[in-house]
């Protein structure tokens, strides 16, 4: 393919994914393929001669198509949104034109300082403690990383090193092995399964905070884990606090469990992974209230701020945290430049060395919608979520099962985890809409999340009219089948 019919296929590409984007209403969200549906419908090998965009164009319909699920209907209220506007879709190609691998500042200076300062955007966006912000000569800074996952590991494993280097520097008899054996870091019994696979491959114990009623964890709990663990001779050096819980978006105490962090000499890590870009709403700015006593803090631009994957913001309050602990310096790394104290090498942030061009999203996302328009995008989807909690409430054979703060509703039938695995199967089954559940102590309860960026009103009460009618029938039988029984 040459530059001209690169163009045109452009062109027919873009409206092809135009008419995608405009008509995915039309389209079921979910598909109706088995598992294996797609290797007899390609052939076995790589073929010998080139194959014209033709060809490869009219498979999409009639191979990859029927295979996906269409995260961007408005009908999907599965897991949380991911993000996609037109504004991020054309950075991306941008970013795939220039096609450089942004290692260090040297191997494409304006990748390295657009990120710089798009991380210092965002954190103001969301009135983030200026200590956390790279200005012109901070300590700490922000960084894109590929997913919440990612951003955990990484605090996880500098809170590691820096736990290591100063216990060492106090008792340098204390082998590393010595210390690895006895660490321990620490969570919600909400948090999300990174967190405890973030511990797996740092070889380093994990502990669950429980959480209480309204399934946050509290300064209490926290303190009486770390007293038993300490009386043991265990050494607590990380905690991660939640804002936003994947199965019912609720919020760890960050006032009470910071300050004892702190005492404790423990690095608290904050994953606020979807609720974080709510904060740029000063109705929800509270949510964050506490970040101040934090080592680093992440949220996902790439669930609820219209960029699309992959987009993680994550901050540090002292960039040294991070490049002490991952830094090497081979020399076909290095540049002239890098002693300079200007320069940020993102190499040093993150787990793989190669980096995309990703803030190019960032900038056209938050120059193309403003802050308004992406406030007003999340507060709408925080109505919808209110639309659909109402319409549950005002059905008596419906609970909510936790409180509505943002975009999820987390809901179920008054009765047992049959019945409504039963409903689930039932809502999923039909494909007219598409819900994940999650376990809320031992209750098993229907997930409910605004996603789509075109979500409307009209969305939300068909979904409801939906699993209502569903609800009816399956009650019907369910009771037939007790009385036969």
């Excluded at 100063?166 to 019994?189: C, F, G, H, N």
């Excluded at 199965?247 to 469990?257: A, M, N, T, V």
Aim: proline residues 5%.
């Amino acid at each position: 393919m040459d530059a001209a019919e690169f163009r045109k296929r452009g062109k027919e590409m873009v409206d092809y994914i135009a008419d995608y984007l405009e008509k995915i209403d039309k389209r079921q969200v979910f598909p109706d393929v088995e598992p294996g549906y797609l290797r007899p419908l390609i052939p076995d090998c790589a073929p010998q001669d080139p194959e014209s965009f033709e060809d490869v164009f009219k498979d999409i319909e009639k191979i990859i198509m029927p295979g996906v699920t269409h995260w961007h209907s408005p009908y999907f209220f599965a897991y949380f949104p991911a993000a996609s506007s037109f504004p991020a879709l054309l950075a991306d190609m941008l970013c795939g034109g220039i096609g450089c691998v942004g290692f260090s500042w040297a191997a494409s200076p304006a990748c390295t300082e657009l990120e710089t300062v798009m991380l210092d955007w965002l954190g103001k966006m969301i009135n983030l403690p200026e200590e956390f912000l790279a200005g012109k000569d901070g300590q700490g800074g922000g960084v894109i990383q590929g997913s919440a996952s990612e951003a955990t590991l990484i605090s996880l494993l500098a809170a590691r090193t820096k736990t290591i280097r100063w216990l060492q520097s106090e008792k340098p008899e204390l082998t590393e092995a010595d210390i690895m054996s006895r660490l321990v870091a620490y969570a919600s019994d909400q948090a999300h399964s990174s967190v405890e696979r973030a511990a797996l491959i740092g070889a380093v114990k994990i502990k669950k905070v429980p959480s209480g009623d309204t399934f946050s964890v509290c300064g209490s709990a926290l303190k009486k884990v770390l007293d038993e663990d300490k009386a043991s001779g265990l050494i607590p050096f990380f905690f991660c606090a939640t804002l936003g819980t994947t199965p019912c978006c609720s919020f760890d105490k960050l006032l009470e469990l910071g300050p004892i962090c702190n005492k404790e000499n423990i690095w608290m890590h904050i994953d606020a992974a979807y609720a974080g870009s709510a904060f740029i709403c000063p109705e929800f700015r509270h949510l964050l209230n506490g970040v101040e006593f934090a080592d680093s803090f992440n949220f996902n631009p790439h669930k609820w701020l219209l960029v699309n994957f992959d987009c993680s913001a994550m901050w540090v309050k002292k960039r040294s945290d991070l490049t002490g602990a991952f830094k090497l310096e081979p020399l076909y790394l290095q540049h002239h430049h890098q002693e300079s104290g200007l320069v940020t090498d993102y190499r040093h942030w993150q787990i793989p060395l190669g980096r995309r061009f990703r803030s190019l999203k960032l900038w056209f996302v938050l120059r193309m919608y403003g802050v308004t328009g992406l406030q007003e995008h999340i507060r709408k989807h925080v109505r919808l979520s209110h639309q659909f909690e109402h319409l549950v409430l005002q059905d008596g054979r419906f609970e909510i099962c936790a409180e509505v703060v943002l975009g999820l509703v987390c809901f179920r039938l008054k009765g047992s985890n049959e019945l409504n695995k039963a409903l689930l199967k039932s809502i999923n089954e039909a494909k007219k809409i598409h819900l994940v559940p999650c376990h809320l102590r031992e209750k098993f309860v229907l997930r409910f999340a605004i996603c789509s960026r075109t979500v409307e009103s009209t969305h939300i009460k068909f979904a409801w009219q939906h699993i209502s009618q569903l609800a009816t029938d399956l009650l019907k039988t369910w009771e037939q089948n007790h009385h036969q029984q």
